[in-house]
């Protein structure tokens, strides 16, 4: 079978992508699951046995509840310094009085990475810990099917109600008595999503047929995502927050009699919030959370709280259990918060120390096969053997001071084997397919020996090959061999052309060797996890480097005579002298025509002396505006949280500033882009890039001069809606070169850089295809940096995906974010389709040599990635969620 570059590049890309989606799922750690709730459960073990004959416990059952009612609230993205930091003190003062003098127990909670809402649910009620594959997940959540504290509480027969999130309504279908579920998506909403919560309040706490209240607040997560953890409006959510919990706390205390047990109100918060608004990463910001249990049962502070201890959010699960009289979930791997229970007598807390650590046995006994010699395993045993020598004690009525001082020491005892038991579990959590991971990691391989062995023949002028097809289709694995067979009897049989029009020269230049060796110095890049964070520094050396390299390339093509130019112009003198020195022609006006061929001669050497100077100037303006751009965005980990242009543009007292700046952007982006507009297009990109400015204003970010600054903002929908319509009227009409990145500047310094590099470099110097493909690729990568993203989850700029929406719709949502996310290397991926099919001087294989340079540029960092999470297979399943 006969195929084009471009054909089989594209075939491969696809195959490709099989890999790499075998790999991901085989990749993805799943959590460790021990028996399925369905099956039927032993009940609770008895107290250790003490020593001795004659001496036995008879506590068997489950400990009685310590709370009678349970409120969570959990306020989606709260920080763990915006309660007990300075905004805590200045939004939150009843809430600060309960931390600092209240009868309460503040801790913050560190929840481990994906810091998303749906992950960090599931710990919170299972006590185990999520992957990474929950991130996609929380997109569309379904149904949790492994033990949970809310399955265990609708077993004990609880009645709970739900208002907030709709992700509990998914994760738990059918176990709420009463719910209102508000979509979490839909960022652009932070009032009506917390007033659709609180509407519920006044009603729902005069009642008694409920025993767990959870609400979930939105608006302060939605907050993060419009305007950054710096915003305006944070200060006024936490005020609100504020006032919510002292209607709930009063009124819990309202209902509590002397014969009833007390309430307890849980404080909590999913996740923390980056410095930019975001979360999903592990920066301090994003796990660090507040978790406060308040409760008349727990002693009144006498002075203010110093520093919160650290605990981990999948505690919260098995504390909870023991409060409401549970059972702890069986997967759970957290650790019971001792100050929560340390009001009950020495016999209940070791107890329930006991239930504890029993039940993380059982998770190690079900994962690892040598859980004897667990260090873990042995701690609990000596704690269990100490328990049972307190009970003896304790049964025989031995003075209280040894039995306290005993009980202290067991107590100590527990904690230790629950900490190196939890530690124990952390690291067995990952379980990875292997064979999954092997089959898309060989697949991925072949696909890259195949490019590389095809590499000849592609390039070539016809761009085209014979693909020998094998018959017997045994298995996936039999083809992908077949294939690379295949590429080598291409590469071994086929004969080259002699000449290879598509490639300029046999030897390299410097510019070539730099490609290659910028690519190899990437790729070996991936090898270290700090090149990998900053990789914007790879990629703003590269470029930057490159734009030296097209600097050297001018100055020879322009600076350095060329024999061939010194042979033409002698040829070309020899030819005047001839045409005067024959006599045939005595009736020709000679010096008319010399002063013709002066003057032409004249004119090109002025266009040629512009066209080499302004050629000199490209690269060095080119470095000019990358320079400014790193400084538009900072991104990266080690110094994400340094002050850029941007946190200056976006301040409230900048406003003035970025509205001028969007201005002469949009204006500028207009020029750079009506040229091959027809007038139609033109209009229709007037209207639309005023569309933007509008939609901007209308959500606050910038001002008209008649604007007043304290205007209401709104969602800027309408305006939104406006710019789409104009925006698919200019596509269907034919122009492909009005798309919009979330910074206006980044755009224009795009449009202008492609256009420096088409009319003054490429263009004129005449890189073959595969040199253009490979720039188009650098510059897309670099600008995907300079949009301010990062390798981190929590750059993705989540309220992108709801421009123009008034409520959550997946598929444009989905779109829209990951538009926005990959604006970069798409405009770049997109013009460099434009301008190979553009150019009618360049040879007809043009467009099949790029695709397949896009296609193996792309293969190689992709390949060698996967072999090095293989290869450190073994320290990233210990270090994942240590």
């Keep these: 079978m006969r195929l084009r570059s471009g054909t089989f590049a594209c075939c491969c890309v696809l195959l490709e992508a099989l890999g790499v989606a075998l790999f991901l799922r085989g990749f993805f750690p799943l959590p460790v699951r021990s ?201 006024p959510k936490l005020q609100e927050m504020d006032k919510i919990l002292k209607k709930i706390h009063l009124s819990l205390l309202s209902k509590e009699g002397e014969a009833s047990l007390p309430n307890l109100l849980v404080v909590c918060s999913d996740h923390g919030m980056s410095k930019t608004g975001s979360h999903g990463g592990s920066s301090e910001e994003e796990v660090h959370t507040p978790l406060l249990f308040v409760s008349s049962a727990f002693t009144k502070r006498s002075g203010s709280l110093k520093q919160p201890e650290l605990v981990q959010q999948i505690d919260l699960a098995a504390t909870l259990a023991i409060g409401l009289g549970l059972p702890i979930s069986r997967n759970s791997i957290g650790n019971l918060i001792l100050p929560v229970i340390e009001g009950k007598t020495m016999r209940e807390q070791l107890r329930f120390l006991h239930l504890n650590g029993f039940q993380l046995i059982q998770l190690l006994q079900a994962n690892v096969p040598a859980y004897e010699k667990d260090p873990g395993f042995e701690h609990f045993k000596v704690a269990e053997k100490s328990h049972g020598n307190w009970i003896r004690l304790y049964l025989e009525e031995n003075s209280s001071e040894v039995l306290l001082n005993l009980g202290k020491k067991v107590l100590k005892q527990y904690l230790e084997s629950l900490k190196i038991l939890s530690s124990s579990l952390s690291k067995q959590v990952a379980q990875y397919d292997m064979y999954s991971m092997m089959v898309g990691t060989t697949i991925i391989l072949e696909v890259l020996f195949l490019l590389l062995l095809s590499l000849p023949k592609a390039l070539s002028s016809r761009a085209e090959f014979e693909v020998p097809l094998s018959s017997p289709l045994f298995s996936l694995m039999f083809y992908l061999i077949c294939l690379m067979l295949c590429a080598v009897h291409i590469f071994m049989n086929n004969k080259l052309p002699a000449k290879n029009s598509a490639v300029s020269n046999s030897s390299w230049s410097e510019l070539d060797v730099l490609i290659l060796a910028g690519t190899l110095g990437h790729v070996l890049s991936l090898g270290a996890s700090s090149f990998i964070e900053e990789e914007h520094q790879t990629w703003y050396f590269l470029i930057n480097t490159l734009c030296l390299a097209v600097c050297q390339e001018i100055c020879r093509h322009y600076f350095l005579l060329k024999e061939s130019d010194l042979q033409f112009s002698t040829v070309l003198k020899q030819s005047v002298e001839n045409f005067k020195e024959t006599g045939h022609f005595k009736q020709v006006d000679v010096p008319a025509c ?71 952007s ?41 604007q007043q600054s304290n205007k209401d903002v709104s969602k800027g929908i309408i305006e939104a809606r406006f710019v789409y319509v104009f925006v698919l009227g200019i596509i269907f009409t034919g122009t492909k070169d009005l798309l919009r990145p979330h910074n206006l500047p980044v755009l224009v310094f795009c449009l202008l850089i492609q256009l420096i590099m088409t009319r003054c470099i490429w263009t004129p110097l005449k890189f073959d295809a595969a040199q253009i493909t490979i720039m188009h690729y650098w510059f897309g990568q670099a600008f995907f940096y300079f949009q301010g993203n990062s390798n981190s989850i929590t750059t993705v700029d989540v309220s992108a995906g709801f ?80």
């Design 666 to 706: 949009l204006v500028m982006i207009f020029i750079l882009v009506q040229r091959r507009c027809s007038l139609v297009s033109k209009i229709a990109m007037a209207l639309g890039l005023l569309g933007i400015y509008s939609y901007r204003a209308a959500i606050g970010n910038v001002v008209f001069p008649w």
């Design 35 to 235: 028996l399925p709730r369905r099956e039927a459960r032993s009940g609770p073990p008895a107290e250790p046995a003490p020593p001795g004959a004659g001496v036995s416990s008879n506590w068997t059952k489950i400990p009685p509840p310590l709370f009678r009612k349970a409120v969570i609230v959990l306020i989606d993205a709260l920080r763990a310094d915006f309660v007990f930091g300075s905004k805590g003190k200045q939004f939150m003062p009843y809430v600060t009085q309960l931390v600092d003098k209240g009868t309460s127990h503040s801790f913050i909670a560190e929840a481990k990475p994906p810091t998303v809402t749906m992950p960090r649910i599931k710990a919170l009620m299972t006590g185990s810990l999520p992957g990474f594959i929950d991130i996609i997940m929380n997109l569309n959540s379904s149904a949790l099917l492994e033990d949970n504290l809310i399955w265990q509480a609708k077993t004990a027969g609880k009645r709970i109600i739900f208002y907030g999130d709709d992700t509990w309504v998914k994760l738990f279908p059918k176990y709420f008595v009463e719910y209102d579920g508000t979509t979490s998506f839909f960022v652009s909403d932070f009032t009506e999503v917390d007033n659709n919560v609180t509407r519920h309040l006044d009603t729902v706490l005069k009642r008694e047929d409920w025993d767990i209240l959870i609400l979930h607040y939105l608006g302060l997560d939605h907050i993060g995502h419009i305007s950054g953890s710096n915003s305006p409006l944070v200060g």
């Design 594 to 664: 010399d002063s013709k061929l002066n003057k032409f001669a004249t004119s090109a050497e002025l266009r040629k002396g512009s066209e080499k100077w302004i050629g000199l100037a490209s690269p060095w303006i080119i470095l000019i505006c990358c320079r400014l751009l790193r400084s538009l965005n900072q991104t990266g980990v080690q110094w994400a949280h340094r002050p850029d242009f941007r946190h200056w543009l976006t301040s409230s007292e900048h406003k003035a500033e970025l509205s001028l700046l969007a201005a002469i």
């Design 803 to 882: 421009v123009g929406l008034d409520n959550y719709v997946e598929i444009p949502a989905i779109f829209l974010t990951t538009f926005a996310t990959f604006a970069g290397p798409f405009l770049w991926a997109i013009h460099l389709l434009c301008y190979l099919s553009s150019e009618g001087s360049r040879h007809s294989a043009a467009m099949g040599h790029g695709c397949f340079c896009y296609a193996l540029i792309h293969s190689i960092p992709v390949a060698v990635y996967i072999i090095l999470h293989v290869f450190y297979l073994p320290s990233k399943s210990c270090k994942a969620y240590a």
